[in-house]
T-cell receptor
Framework: DGGITQSPKYLFRKEGQNVTLSCEQNLNHDAMYWYRQDPGQGLRLIYY???????QKGDIAEGYSVSREKKESFPLTVTSAQKNPTAFYLC????????????FGQGTRLTVV | QKEVEQNSGPLSVPEGAIASLNCTYS??????FFWYRQYSGKSPELIMF????GDKEDGRFTAQLNKASQYVSLLIRDSQPSDSATYLC????????????FGQGTTLQVKP
């Protein structure tokens, strides 16, 4: 089955640690996105990539890093520089085109302990 | 100014009524517009997309786009309690940045 998979579903991080969230898709999509969602809020764009080996900062990129070495994979690292990382993280992918739907993974809920 | 703005609500309507959800955007070059529904703790799921001015209907849902006014709306007819969710408006400018930007979402409550 085609889809987009995020792992883990729940993640706990100690202060000062870096953690990496996984996002894999087998939809052959060129574009991939990472969003952060806080309680009662919409989705804020962290990073996005329209092609392998290229990515751009979104609106809240500080404290995060990404890589896009393969078309299928777009991992997000939450670094210790991100002061308030507790949130729900969503990865999405889409074709690049005029009327292309973005498909979402199930999300990763990150909590700082 | 936020790139995509929605009234966060909550918008409360009785069962069977029409719910009207609104969204404005700032990038005049935006080309495609999406409405997603998100239940609490779940991922967003697409309801409709629209890219031409006017109305687009799909079952109980109608999306309306007015590019001159930079305004897109979603009408839900015969609202059901199962429609209670957060509705997210999303906008993309493919030719420029390729960013898919979401509004903060409107919470809809349909009361039986």
């Amino acid at each position: 089955d085609g889809g987009i998979t995020q792992s883990p579903k729940y993640l706990f991080r100690k202060e000062g640690q870096n953690v990496t969230l996984s996002c894999e898709q087998n939809l052959n999509h060129d574009a991939m996105y990472w969003y952060r969602q806080d309680p009662g809020q919409g989705l804020r764009l962290i990073y996005y990539s329209q092609i392998v080996n290229d990515f751009q900062k979104g609106d809240i990129a500080e404290g995060y890093s990404v890589s896009r070495e393969k078309k299928e994979s777009f991992p997000l690292t939450v670094t210790s520089a991100q002061k308030n990382p507790t949130a729900f993280y969503l990865c999405a992918s889409s074709d690049t085109g005029f009327s292309t739907e973005a498909f979402f993974g199930q999300g990763t809920r990150l909590t700082v302990v | 100014q936020k790139e995509v703005e929605q009234n966060s609500g909550p918008l409360s309507v009785p069962e069977g009524a029409i719910a009207s959800l609104n969204c404005t955007y700032s990038d005049r070059g935006s080309q495609s517009f999406f409405w997603y529904r998100q239940y609490s703790g779940k991922s967003p799921e697409l309801i409709m997309f629209i890219y031409s001015n006017g109305d687009k209907e799909d079952g109980r849902f109608t999306a309306q786009l007015n590019k001159a006014s930079q305004y897109v709306s979603l009408l839900i007819r015969d609202s059901q309690p199962s429609d209670s969710a957060t509705y997210l408006c999303a906008v993309i400018n493919i030719g420029n940045t390729g960013k898919l930007i979401f509004g903060q979402g409107t919470t809809l409550q349909v009361k039986p």
